[in-house]
């Protein structure tokens, strides 16, 4: 059974950072593409970013160079690295796999 357990959202302030972890079981990340997702108030889901054995890493424009997708294959675990957080970037943020979905952790920038 594929699992996705999101962890590491909260409440920062414009210009910091976080760190999400996607901690994954039931699948290998050799298989297919990993990614995080994005859903804000009132507007539609979106990707941000993913990364893959044989595509290597993909991140939306909005957040390159800020944010760093990474996995750590002992522990199963994919990491989405957030610095110089904007107020824009207020979302739940999901850990995406083929059609399996994460519960979702909140992200919120304040001013």
């Known amino acids: 059974e594929v699992q996705l357990v999101e962890s590491g959202g909260g409440l920062v302030q414009a210009g910091g950072s976080l760190r999400l972890s996607c901690a994954a079981s039931?699948?290998?990340?050799?298989?297919?593409?990993i990614g995080w997702f994005r859903q804000a108030p009132g507007k539609e889901r979106e990707g941000i970013s993913c990364?893959?054995?044989?595509?290597?890493?993909w991140y939306r424009d909005s957040v390159k160079g800020r944010f760093t997708i990474a996995s750590d294959n002992v522990k199963k675990t994919v990491y989405l690295q957030m610095n110089s957080l904007k107020l824009e970037d207020t979302a739940v943020y999901y850990c995406?796999?083929?059609?399996?979905w994460g519960q979702g952790t909140q992200v919120t920038v304040s001013s």
């Open positions: 995406n796999y083929g059609h399996y």
């Open positions: 039931g699948f290998s990340f050799d298989d297919y593409a």
């Open positions: 990364m893959s054995k044989e595509d290597g890493t």
